[in-house]
């Protein structure tokens, strides 16, 4: 089903879903997403658009079908519908979403789209451009909701206001009304009560949003009695949510704001106000998330290059380490003193050698250093027998004597000593 309130919409098998957009402002704060069942009639639903609308809140209506509340399939086709109208709409600009709940709004459609968006639904997998709609979700308002669907509920909601307004007798409505009490009783004993228990479930999960609540009941409230929604603002709060948990005295179900105008506004200004907060906070902690992974890409990345090129030289150095005609040259003072005499040779050796850093050295100026150097150099050399062995820069010490830094000193072949 389609239609149309300052803006597109749509719908289907399920119940209708349509746009009421701020005309007189063109900067919203945000969007109102109003879940209603058909149990409120049109024109009441409207008062509730008109007070987000003088909020400047967009509002997204979801009307959803007397059935929908029985059959989870079409409340699931509806979530899909809502969701999909979310996305579009954030896509374009994102901003603060609200939920507001009415009657049996949440079993009619809204805890389906918990269930779609938290990912809570067992074997399917959904886009995950719903997380932009989760990302967005700053708020919940609970007015005469949510009701606890039980066996005894079909009787209770048999009397539908349009039921009543069907032409005939009082003793054919009573008729009718009954028929169907008795054939929803009859359904819920079999198939219904097996989804309560998913039901609260999912409703409780939206605590996992990180976004407040406010509660709106009555003690006059039949369908909605106060037990059963004190019982749901603690268990929220149990559960680490903040709740408002706003108790009216004598107004009927889904009459808060007819017979409490002032305070039914401030209560919902208030949320409202703190939804922005919320959403504000949120968007702030998300993009600093998001420059940090940015930044730990950036890092992961430098760290790898690093890696890789430190492997690489690795294996160079170990290819010419290893290599069976490789040759370390390691330069010695014995070559500072036959610069003029090999330099031919140095040259040669260059072209085929690899030089590596000197190794730490102890400093003679230190004290240490002079210390040793007293101790293990001897004052007076003359005399000494000194004796050249092995072999010098890889050549046999005749061919290398010519190059000894002792060329030229006589050395006596016994020492005094």
Known sequence: MWSGGGGGGGGGAGGEIYWERNKESAESKGIAVIFAWASIQDRHLKTYVDLYTSLRWNSLVCHADFLNAFYPERAMSLAFVVLNELVEELRIKSCPIVFVASSGGPKACMYKLFQVIDGMCEGQTYAGEYRLVRNCVSGHIYDSSPLDFTSDLGARFALHPSILKMPGSLKLVSWVAKGIASGLDALYLTRFESQRVEYWQALYSSVNMGAPYLIICSEKDDLAPYQIIWNFAQRLQDLGGEVKLVKLNDSPHIGHYKHYPIQYRAAVTNLLDKAVSVYSQRIQILGERTCAEGMHDEISELICDLQKVAVNSNQSLRRVALGPSDHFFLPS????????????????????????????????????????????????????????????????????RRYSPFHGIKCNRRSKL
């Open 333 to 400: 003072s014995v070559e500072d003193h036959n610069d003029r005499d090999s330099s031919s040779l140095q040259d040669e050796q260059k072209e085929r050698s690899i030089y590596l850093p000197n190794p730490p050295s102890l400093n003679a100026h230190s004290v240490l250093g002079q210390i040793l150097f007293d101790v293990c150099v001897p004052k007076n050399v003359e005399g000494w027998d000194i004796k050249f062995g092995g072999s010098l820069n890889g050549q046999p010490f005749a061919s290398a």
